[in-house]
């Protein structure tokens, strides 16, 4: 029963995380025991124990409701090595899964609706009901567990301050900036949590940009448009994620323009987040990037290699665990990019470490991390794309913004598309609007031209394939 039970979770599991994670994390998992709608799962590790409460605890509990019931529970029995035998064999210690505090707003008052049949006196106030609204905040992106360098030193002094006085500074709306990895949301985040605990009152919200996109859309389709409105001039604290990905949607950026208007002018607080200064935000009206300079726009850059160090002795610290320092000084000489890459080696290392019951040595993250290296395709840009295309075809970057309809030019721009497409994670409006503000139907095209002349223009495909390995390598 409880083998049957786990394989159903795990078909489920499976299409829901990438399949290395699959095998590295859940393969290993065994079923023991299925009592009082409590199911016993057996780990290698306390370290494993610890990362799937962390990752996927969320999965794993909705997957075991959805065959259980809502009060179906979950223990884990840990492999430890235990020390008064002889022969070191191992034993077992049963835990129940964490319960992390839930961070929550307070119950706000919103107007009731009535029936659309009942004929409405305006004389009549409307009764009031209390709503609840999850902050959708992460514990653990706390300030406790981001690491200051000086490489996030004033987003990190301008979030604290926001933290201490939201509403109140002059870094309203304060914009975090940067690349992938290098920790926005958890700064974002560790606004949002410090004001909870400050102000409990507060009615704090997280939502990246692409889920309030969605759920316009969907208040659209359903005419609640108003209500999609009101909802978001209740909050007192406003967290956007990735606000680049509004580019090229116009009337996605006409009702946030409408909603930063009402909570800046209330004095409430708006924190963003996005891949580049407003400055070289593309796709995004000019009336909403000058209310994005109002306040105020840090930026966040790679960790230099003491604040690496920092970064992962934080994380070992936190997990229980001890590592030699010439492996933390290996993994930060070599993991330079980004945070979520260097905690990621990490993880993997001690994954490695676990699972082949191997100690942690030089030689092991020697051969670990250049495996990673090797394996590990590099995110180009779109911007760096079009300086790779220009550059080859030797025309100038500025002329892909043009109206010009030379050949040369034209082409350029379609090559430029089609490696945009396949090599970032973009959308397609987003890449027209980079790439001569063009809409996603241009992008597509463009994307059927380059397929087309690669299969019928012997010489066109070779310029694509030496163009692909400047662009790799």
């Keep these: 029963m409880h083998k049957e039970l786990w394989n159903n979770c795990l078909k489920v599991i499976k299409d829901n995380v990438p399949s290395i994670s699959f095998r590295t994390w859940f393969e290993p998992i065994v079923p023991l025991k299925l009592e009082n709608k409590i199911l016993t799962i057996q780990v290698p590790s306390p370290f494993f124990y610890e990362y799937l409460e962390e990752k996927y605890i969320d999965i794993i509990s909705k997957t075991l409701r959805k065959e259980l019931g809502y009060d179906a529970k979950l ?10 035998f002889s022969n070191n ?24 609706s009535t029936e659309e049949n ?11 009901k209390k709503m609840n609204i999850d902050p959708r905040l992460n514990p653990e992106y706390s300030f406790s567990n981001f690491v200051e360098g000086e490489c996030n030193r004033l987003a990190r002094s301008a979030g604290f301050a926001v933290a201490n006085n939201p509403g109140g500074t002059a870094f309203n709306p304060l914009l975090i900036y940067g690349e992938s990895g290098l920790g ?58 990735d606000v680049h990905e509004f580019a090229g949607k116009e009337k996605t950026q006409d009702i946030f323009f409408h909603i930063f208007n009402h909570l800046h002018q209330s004095g409430k607080q708006l924190i963003l987040t996005c891949d580049k200064p407003p400055v070289e935000l593309q796709g995004l009206e000019q009336r909403l990037l000058s209310r994005f300079k109002w306040g105020l726009s840090a930026d966040l850059q790679i960790p230099d290699f003491e604040t690496r160090v920092a970064i992962l002795k934080q994380k070992i610290y936190k997990d229980g665990i001890i590592l030699p320092p010439e492996v933390i000084e290996y993994i930060a000489t070599h993991i330079t990019d980004n ?20 100690e942690i040595t030089l030689s092991l993250a020697k051969e670990m991390i250049d495996k990673l290296i090797k394996n590990t395709k590099r995110e180009v840009s779109i911007d760096y794309i079009q300086k790779v295309v220009c550059n080859y075809f030797d025309v100038p970057v500025d002329s892909l913004q043009s109206k010009t309809r030379k050949r040369e030019i034209v082409q350029a721009r379609q090559v430029a598309m089609y490696f945009s497409k396949n090599l970032t994670k973009s959308s397609l409006a987003t890449i027209g609007v980079q790439i001569g503000g063009k809409d996603h139907a241009t992008v597509l095209h463009a994307c059927k031209t380059v397929n087309n002349l690669i299969e019928t223009d012997k010489q066109f495909r070779t310029q694509i394939e030496e163009i692909e390995k400047k662009l790799k390598f």
Aim: glycine share 4%; proline share 7%; charged share 20%.
């Design 184 to 241: 926005k949301t958890h700064l974002a985040q560790a606004i949002g949590i410090e004001i909870k605990e400050r102000f409990p009152d507060k009615t704090v919200l997280y939502v990246p940009a692409n889920r309030f996109q969605t759920q316009f859309v969907e208040a659209i389709r359903n005419n609640t448009k108003n209500d999609f409105l009101h909802f978001y001039q209740m909050i007192d604290v406003l967290i956007i994620d």
């Design 118 to 128: 009942i004929i409405k006196n305006p004389f009549i106030i409307p009764g009031i």
């Design 339 to 358: 945070v979520r890459e260097l905690e990621g080696a990490l993880i993997s290392l001690l994954a490695q470490s676990t699972l082949n019951k191997k």
């Design 75 to 84: 223990e884990y029995s840990i492999v430890m090595e235990n020390p008064g």
């Design 89 to 112: 064999r191992p034993y077992t210690v049963k835990l129940p899964a964490k319960n992390q505090v839930e961070i929550k707003n307070n119950p706000v008052n919103v107007p009731l």
